[in-house]
C-alpha cells in the first residue's frame, strides 16, 4: 500500500522507549495489533499508527505522509536510549473476511478487517476510504489534524488510549479530558445533502458549527461543536444534520 509506511525499531529499549511516549500499551503487541498515537506535549495529535511485534524487533504502520516527521520525532526523543529506526521493506496488506495465518485482527472496528506485513505490494480493491466514513474511523491526514484532542476523535471507542499505562507525552492533557470535562466538541457521522467538499466550514443560523471532513456518498465524518449542531445545518450548499443519538 503505498500509502503506508512500515517501520522497524529494533534494540533492547526498544518496548520501554515507546511505552513512554504512545497513548496505548505497548505490552498489549504480544497479544496482536495496538493502534497508538503520539502526541505534543500540549495533548494534541501528531500521527497514529499500529504496533505490531517482530520477534525482539516492533513494527511501526503509520500514514505515508507522516512518517517522515513521525520518524524525526521519534530519533528526537530517543537520546541514549537503545533503540534503532529503519525502513522495514515491508509492504500492508489487508482484507474482509477470515483473518489469514499471517495477518492480524483491526482492533479498531471489527468491520476494518485485518491487516498483515508482507514483502510484496498488495492490489486492494476495497474502497477503504467508505469503509472507514460508514463506521465512523477518522482518516490520518484527512480527519485527523495537528489541532485535535485524540479523545474528540473518538480514540477510546477505538481502542487507542489506554488510561492505565502511566505516563506517555501528553498524557496529563488527555487524562484530564477524560475524568475531568465533557467533552464539548467532536468528530461525528453526519448526512449531507447537496455538494459540499471536506473543509467546508458547516454552519447554523449563520454561526460556525464545526467541518466538513471525509465524505462517501451521502454520509461523511464532522467535527462539531455539539451545543450549536442542531437541526439543519449548512456547509456550503448542502445540508447536513446529525444524530446526536447515535
Not at 500509502?3 to 511516549?21: A, M, P, Y
Not at 506517555?168 to 459540499?196: D, F, I, N, P, S
Request: proline letters at 4%; a negative charge; hydrophobic letters at 40%.
Amino acid at each position: 500500500m503505498s500509502d503506508r509506511e512500515i517501520l522497524r525499531l529494533t534494540g533492547r529499549d526498544v518496548r520501554s522507549f515507546l511505552q513512554g511516549l504512545v497513548t496505548n500499551d505497548v505490552e498489549r503487541i504480544d497479544a496482536g495489533l495496538v493502534y497508538a498515537a503520539l502526541l505534543t506535549p500540549q495533548g494534541k495529535y501528531l500521527a497514529d499508527f499500529f504496533l505490531v511485534a517482530d520477534g525482539d524487533a516492533v513494527l511501526l504502520d503509520a500514514d505515508a505522509g507522516q512518517a517522515p516527521a513521525l520518524r524525526q520525532r521519534l530519533s528526537m526523543y530517543k537520546l541514549r536510549a537503545d533503540v534503532a529506526i529503519e525502513d522495514a521493506d515491508l509492504f500492508l496488506h489487508r482484507g474482509l473476511g477470515d483473518v489469514p495465518s499471517d495477518g492480524l485482527a483491526d482492533p479498531r472496528h471489527p468491520a476494518l478487517g485485518w491487516r498483515a506485513y508482507r514483502d510484496a505490494p498488495q492490489e486492494d480493491t476495497e474502497d477503504w476510504a467508505a469503509i472507514y466514513v460508514a463506521h465512523g474511523i477518522p482518516q490520518s491526514g484527512a480527519d485527523l489534524h495537528p489541532d485535535t484532542y485524540i479523545l474528540e476523535a473518538g480514540f477510546e471507542a477505538l481502542q487507542g488510549v489506554d488510561f492505565r499505562k502511566g505516563c506517555y507525552v501528553g498524557q496529563e492533557v488527555t487524562a484530564r479530558m477524560k475524568h475531568k470535562t465533557t467533552l464539548r466538541k467532536g468528530l461525528v457521522q453526519v448526512q449531507v445533502t447537496g455538494a459540499a467538499e471536506p473543509g467546508t466550514a458547516i454552519t447554523a443560523d449563520g454561526k460556525p458549527v464545526g467541518t466538513l471532513h471525509s465524505r462517501s456518498g451521502d454520509t461523511a465524518l464532522a467535527y462539531l461543536r455539539f451545543d450549536r449542531a442542531r437541526g439543519a445545518m449548512q456547509a456550503g450548499d448542502a445540508t447536513v444534520t446529525w444524530d446526536a443519538a447515535d
